[in-house]
């Protein structure tokens, strides 16, 4: 059995294209939107409050649906527009999204008391395309 550390998570966004000119603000609720989504799987098939998932479980999950081998160079050369705990937000979007079956509190502990993770999330602009182009990693 292999032990994966936090920090060994990476990008499991993928690569996000937008028109240029789109505004940071859209790009960051679209990304949080795309992590509720992703979360929200999780939760419905795996949840129970009665046990909860622990942190490196959730994070291997995470890892194991969405992790993408090459995010391409927006992470590297692009410029980083947000680093937050969006546990407030996603537990909100969450919520909403099954209809309160899942509620605000199960969602923050989803990655067990303490351990939501910190999003980081990163655009670059793509002049052959005239886009912009975003990615984004999980990590605690």
């Not at 899942?102 to 939501?116: H, L, N, P, W, Y």
């Not at 793509?126 to 984004?136: F, L, Q, S, V």
Request: charge should be negative.
């Amino acid at each position: 059995m292999i032990i994966l550390r936090q920090k060994e998570f990476g990008k499991v966004g993928g690569i996000y294209r937008f028109p240029a000119g789109t505004e940071d603000q859209e790009i960051i609720e679209h990304i949080l939107h795309d992590f509720s989504l992703k979360l929200y799987g999780i939760l419905k098939l795996y949840y129970s409050p009665k046990v909860g998932c622990s942190s490196l479980c959730t994070y291997d999950i995470f890892k194991k649906w969405w992790e993408i081998e090459d995010p391409g160079d927006v992470s590297h050369d692009g410029e980083e527009i947000y680093n937050e705990i969006p546990s407030d937000w996603c537990a909100s979007e969450i919520e909403n999204i099954s209809g309160g079956t899942i509620t605000k509190d199960e969602v923050k502990r989803s990655f067990s008391g303490g351990e939501f993770p910190i999003l980081k999330i990163w655009k670059g602009y793509h002049e052959g395309r005239d886009e912009i182009y975003a990615t984004y990693e999980i990590m605690r």
